[in-house]
């Protein structure tokens, strides 16, 4: 296939999602810039791409300005889970806002095309299911999860009033919860720790009594949105859904991790977190239309993978 070759870069882009995308676009041949102050992301993530000749590392804070030269810029960087958003929610704020204020300050200045990896998480503990981009949301504004929910919040205002009174080109995707292989393993989110539990012998902590739902996308399915989101057309700005539409229950996820693994561990029930969603599961009638995109890896697949993902990190510790 032919590519354009064009610079891109990618904040976070040594987390999670930011590896599979910088491996992803380094094998397209273009140039990619990975910035990341390694907060939740490590060098491990990227290490088999650092020899590349179009691929470039920058230890950088994205909470202060930095100048580059780029035709797309995907921001990913912010901490994504729980657990790690919430060990410091003031630095969360800043590196969502200040973050979009600083890349959108940089697509306007040299013209590029930027994305923002917004969240499901800007619906809150939703009251309409499954989730539609025009729903307005249910957040609380003082809570725990605040610090994400409206920083995410507060970053797609600027990405929207950046692209009306700027004109940059803006692309913003909501993201439901996604998985797969370099999820790290002390991450804290729900798939990493009952797949860890389960191979580790471990209880698996399900919180609240598990009747809680959540709808799971494989990461690969993940990243092709996000590039066909990038690709899409000048006038289709967003927001888009990008998520699996296939609703599990949380006990019904620890009994698929238990099943996998084989494992002999134990199900037990943990107090349910302040503000945790009853139920999220994404409407993505507007990214099939619009993206012809869907997930295409079911559950079972996909958890095989990160399983055997996990089996050969804990063999190494
Ligand atoms: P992750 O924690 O693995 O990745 C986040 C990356 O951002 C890490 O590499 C971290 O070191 C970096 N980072 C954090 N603060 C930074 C800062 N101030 N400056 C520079 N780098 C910084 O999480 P992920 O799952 O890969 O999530 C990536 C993005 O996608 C996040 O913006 C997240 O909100 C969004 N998202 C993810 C999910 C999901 O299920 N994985 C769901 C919704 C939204
Ligand atoms: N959860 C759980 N046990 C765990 C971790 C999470 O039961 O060890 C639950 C959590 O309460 C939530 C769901 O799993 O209802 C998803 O949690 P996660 O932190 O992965 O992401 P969220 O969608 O809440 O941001």
């Given at each position: 296939?032919?590519?354009?070759?064009?610079?891109?870069l990618i904040t976070g882009g040594a987390g999670?999602?930011?590896?599979?995308?910088?491996?992803?676009?380094?094998?397209?041949?273009?140039?990619?810039?990975?910035?990341?102050?390694?907060?939740?992301?490590?060098?491990?993530?990227?290490?088999?791409?650092?020899?590349?000749?179009?691929?470039?590392?920058?230890?950088?804070?994205?909470?202060?300005?930095?100048?580059?030269?780029?035709?797309?810029?995907?921001?990913?960087?912010?901490?994504?889970?729980?657990?790690?958003?919430?060990?410091?929610?003031?630095?969360?704020?800043?590196?969502?806002?200040?973050?979009?204020?600083?890349?959108?300050?940089?697509?306007?200045?040299?013209?590029?095309?930027?994305?923002?990896?917004?969240?499901?998480?800007?619906?809150?503990?939703?009251?309409?299911?499954?989730?539609?981009?025009?729903?307005?949301?249910?957040?609380?504004?003082?809570?725990?999860?605040?610090?994400?929910?409206?920083?995410?919040?507060?970053?797609?205002?600027?990405?929207?009033?950046?692209?009306?009174?700027?004109?940059?080109?803006?692309?913003?995707?909501?993201?439901?919860?996604?998985?797969?292989?370099?999820?790290?393993?002390?991450?804290?989110?729900?798939?990493?720790?009952?797949?860890?539990?389960?191979?580790?012998?471990?209880?698996?902590?399900?919180?609240?009594?598990?009747?809680?739902?959540?709808?799971?996308?494989?990461?690969?399915?993940?990243?092709?949105?996000?590039?066909?989101?990038?690709?899409?057309?000048?006038?289709?700005?967003?927001?888009?859904?990008?998520?699996?539409?296939?609703?599990?229950?949380?006990?019904?996820?620890?009994?698929?991790?238990?099943?996998?693994?084989?494992?002999?561990?134990?199900?037990?029930?943990?107090?349910?977190?302040?503000?945790?969603?009853?139920?999220?599961?994404?409407?993505?009638?507007?990214?099939?239309?619009?993206?012809?995109?869907?997930?295409?890896?079911?559950?079972?697949?996909?958890?095989?993978?990160?399983?055997?993902?996990?089996?050969?990190?804990?063999?190494?510790?």
């Amino acid at each position: 296939m032919m590519h354009h070759e064009k610079r891109i870069l990618i904040t976070g882009g040594a987390g999670f999602l930011g590896s599979h995308l910088c491996e992803r676009l380094v094998k397209e041949g273009h140039d990619v810039l990975c910035l990341d102050n390694f907060f939740t992301g490590t060098k491990g993530n990227i290490r088999h791409l650092l020899g590349r000749p179009n691929f470039e590392l920058i230890r950088h804070d994205l909470v202060h300005p930095v100048f580059l030269e780029v035709d797309e810029i995907y921001n990913l960087a912010c901490p994504a889970s729980p657990v790690h958003y919430q060990y410091n929610p003031v630095k969360t704020v800043k590196t969502s806002v200040m973050g979009a204020i600083n890349m959108l300050g940089l697509a306007k200045r040299v013209k590029a095309r930027i994305l923002q990896a917004s969240t499901s998480e800007i619906y809150g503990n939703p009251v309409v299911h499954p989730q539609e981009e025009g729903y307005w949301g249910n957040v609380n504004p003082i809570g725990l999860r605040s610090c994400y929910d409206e920083g995410k919040r507060c970053a797609e205002t600027l990405f929207f009033d950046y692209h009306r009174q700027n004109g940059v080109n803006i692309k913003v995707v909501r993201i439901f919860n996604t998985y797969g292989p370099r999820m790290h393993p002390n991450d804290g989110r729900v798939v990493s720790n009952f797949i860890v539990q389960a191979l580790t012998g471990r209880e698996i902590t399900v919180y609240g009594d598990g009747s809680q739902t959540r709808s799971f996308c494989y990461v690969d399915d993940l990243v092709e949105g996000l590039v066909r989101m990038m690709n899409g057309p000048d006038d289709f700005p967003g927001p888009v859904n990008l998520g699996n539409p296939t609703e599990f229950t949380i006990l019904e996820l620890a009994e698929e991790a238990i099943r996998l693994t084989g494992s002999a561990s134990r199900i037990v029930f943990k107090p349910l977190p302040l503000d945790d969603p009853l139920q999220r599961r994404p409407d993505i009638t507007l990214a099939r239309k619009s993206l012809n995109w869907a997930p295409e890896t079911d559950l079972e697949t996909g958890l095989e993978r990160t399983v055997d993902y996990f089996r050969t990190v804990l063999q190494k510790t």
